[in-house]
């Protein structure tokens, strides 16, 4: 069965991977929810509606804190906008046509799911990626989180494990291929740099917006192109 995964269903393979990872994460996050004072019921309804692991652990924080209801849901907000460039860049196309496939597709919107589509070549293989990978995520970190809260603060930070850098590695690996012209590489440098020189500076989320700055060096650069003779 596992090498049938690996030679016939390579997105099955990558997707089961993240999967692994999100489970520690998953993991991590319920019993740091609980060593924070969250009750289950909290931790199993903000895994179910918010679903977003960076602002999740961003409001367990800000609750260890002490912040106001009011800074949670604006850091969050700050922390998430980087999903509206990621709907665009989806579109219907990948999500379907009815309303209600909009609307739960937009809800398992997360940067994994959009990477593995943006990956896909073919219209079709996009949209069994991307609804592959968010509902594996999503059922993985729901169970994951609520089996942590029970259990309790046993795991903790998911930074001592180094399995925090699972999910940047993924998108990596999912981005290369894509470099193939000096333009694409361009963007990619100068979006990666704006992002590595701000985030020491900004609150977590703005360094990737800031990132889609890197786009204005998609333009054509000035005297690329020879005079003809």
Sequence with gaps: MRSMIRTRDPIVRDVSALCAAAVVVGLSFGAIATAAGLPLSQIVVMSAFVYAGGAQFLAVGLVSAGGTALAIVLAGLLLNARHLPFGLAIGNETLGASRWRRI????????????????????????????????????????????????????????????????????????????????????????AAIALATTPLLPAGLPVLLALLGLAFALPVPGSKRRPS
Aim: aromatic residues 8%; negative net charge; charged residues 15%.
């Design 104 to 191: 739960v597709g937009s809800h398992i919107l997360t940067d994994e799911s959009v990477a593995f589509a943006l990956a896909q070549d073919d219209p079709a293989q996009r949209r069994r990626a991307y609804w592959l990978t968010g509902v594996a995520l999503f059922v993985t970190w729901n169970i994951a989180s609520t089996v942590g809260a029970i259990a309790g603060s046993a795991l903790g930070d998911p930074n001592r494990y180094g399995i925090d850098a699972a999910f940047p590695a993924a998108l990596l690996a999912l981005t290369l291929p894509s470099l193939k012209d000096s333009a694409s590489v361009r963007v990619a440098v100068a979006g």
